[in-house]
Structures are given as structure tokens and as C-alpha cells.
């Protein structure tokens, strides 16, 4: 069964500051994704990562795949007030119709001013 | 209106109603699925539809009914729900239900049974 695992599941960061999101996945997979969420908004998709050392950046945010560790980081660099949102990663499972994704239970990010 | 929307963005209603979330998707997009979000929990696919045809229902109890009239719409109808069914419902849509298709999502409706 894929599992995913985000930490931490919560965050309070001052802005300029650097830090980490991690996600870890269960079992091997072919590509993972990073959505934000806003309060009352939809999901947006942010990066999808494709391969083993994939590495995709839009503007303070970076997002790296290592396949064999099953791990994904999204990295904010300089914190501002704007990133405040919840990030979700999704790793896709299975093929064709039956391809779904299996979600994190999401990060909750604060940026206080 | 542009992207996915949903309505209504509020419902409230008793164990013994029957009410429907609508979803609408203005992308061009061949398959629409409904998530379930629960506080503190991951998103839950509920169904998938590709080209109007239901494609994946993961064990969701019967009490919910999606229905997909066309591409561009998809309804989820709700009867006896219970206090547990209180949540975000997000509907989402991409080009195809494949793979590599990112999927682009409506705002959600919040539900609370009471």
C-alpha cells in the first residue's frame, strides 16, 4: 500500500528565514507532486518531478525528487508573508484509468511578518 | 468563469436531506474527479470519471452519487449523510485521467451535516 508521509504537518517561520518541507513515500512511483492550497481556495499545482534528481524552482520555491529515498523536499528560500498556505504533495500510483494519487496529509505554513 | 467552480461554496443540511454538490470545468478537460478533505487527513479520491464514464469508486458508501452528464459537468448527489461526511468536497478536472495530467482544482464546497 503507498503511503505518504509529510513533515512537519505544521510550520511557523519568520519571514527571510530558509526551510525545509519533506515528503516521503512508501513505495516506488513515477512522478510526485507539490500543490498549495490557500484558505477557501483551490489546490494549485505547483511543480510535478519526474525522474531521479529532478530539481524545478519558481521563484522562492524549489522542489528536488530522489527516487531511491523516496523523498521529496520543497525548499523556501527568504520566507515572505505570501507563501503562507498549506503544501501538499501527491505521488502517483497505478496505470492508464486506474492511475490515481495519494496524498500527504498536507503542511500548514506560517510566515509571520 | 474560467478553470473549475463549484457550488454552492456552503451547505448545511440535516441527516435526512437530499441535497448535490455541481461541479463545472471550463478547460476542455476529459476526466473530473471528486476528493474528499478531511481536517488534519490527506485527500481522499472518490470517484473518477473519463469521458463520462466512472472509472474508480473507492469503496465510497452509497449514500454518495456522482453522476457526469457531460465532460464539462459532474454532480455529486448526497442523501442520509452522517456527521462524519462533514468536510471540503473538491472536485478537480485534467485533459485525460492518465498518468501525466496535472489536475487543476474547483475552490470546494464545505459541508457540515448536522
Known amino acids: 500500500e503507498l503511503k505518504v508521509e509529510q513533515n512537519p504537518l505544521f510550520l511557523s517561520m519568520q519571514e527571510g528565514k530558509n526551510y525545509t518541507i519533506y515528503c516521503n513515500y512508501s513505495t516506488t512511483s513515477d512522478r510526485l507532486y507539490w500543490y498549495r492550497q490557500d484558505p477557501g481556495k483551490s489546490l494549485e499545482s505547483l511543480f510535478v518531478l519526474l525522474s531521479n534528481g529532478a530539481v524545478k524552482q519558481e521563484g522562492r520555491l524549489m522542489a528536488s525528487l530522489d527516487t531511491k529515498a523516496r523523498l521529496s523536499t520543497l525548499h523556501i528560500t527568504a520566507a515572505v508573508h505570501d507563501l503562507s498556505a498549506t503544501y501538499f504533495c501527491?505521488?502517483?500510483?497505478?496505470?492508464?484509468?486506474?492511475?490515481?494519487?495519494?496524498w500527504g496529509a498536507g503542511t500548514k505554513l506560517i510566515i509571520k511578518p | 468563469e474560467t478553470g473549475v467552480t463549484q457550488t454552492p461554496r456552503h451547505l448545511v443540511m440535516g441527516m435526512t436531506n437530499k441535497k448535490s454538490l455541481k461541479c463545472e470545468q471550463h478547460l476542455g478537460h476529459n476526466a473530473m474527479y471528486w476528493y474528499k478533505q478531511s481536517a488534519k487527513k490527506p485527500l481522499e479520491l472518490m470517484f473518477v470519471y473519463n469521458f463520462k464514464e466512472q472509472t474508480e469508486n473507492n469503496s465510497v458508501p452509497s449514500r454518495f452519487s456522482p453522476e457526469c452528464p457531460n465532460s464539462s459537468h459532474l454532480f455529486l448527489h448526497l442523501h442520509t449523510l452522517q456527521p462524519e461526511d462533514s468536510a471540503l468536497y473538491l472536485c478537480?478536472?485534467?485533459?485525460?485521467?492518465?498518468?501525466?495530467?496535472?489536475?487543476?482544482f474547483g475552490p470546494g464546497t464545505r459541508l457540515l451535516v448536522l
Open positions: 478537480a478536472s485534467s485533459q485525460g485521467a492518465r498518468a501525466w495530467e496535472t489536475q487543476y
Open positions: 501527491a505521488v502517483g500510483r497505478g496505470v492508464d484509468s486506474n492511475y490515481q494519487l495519494i
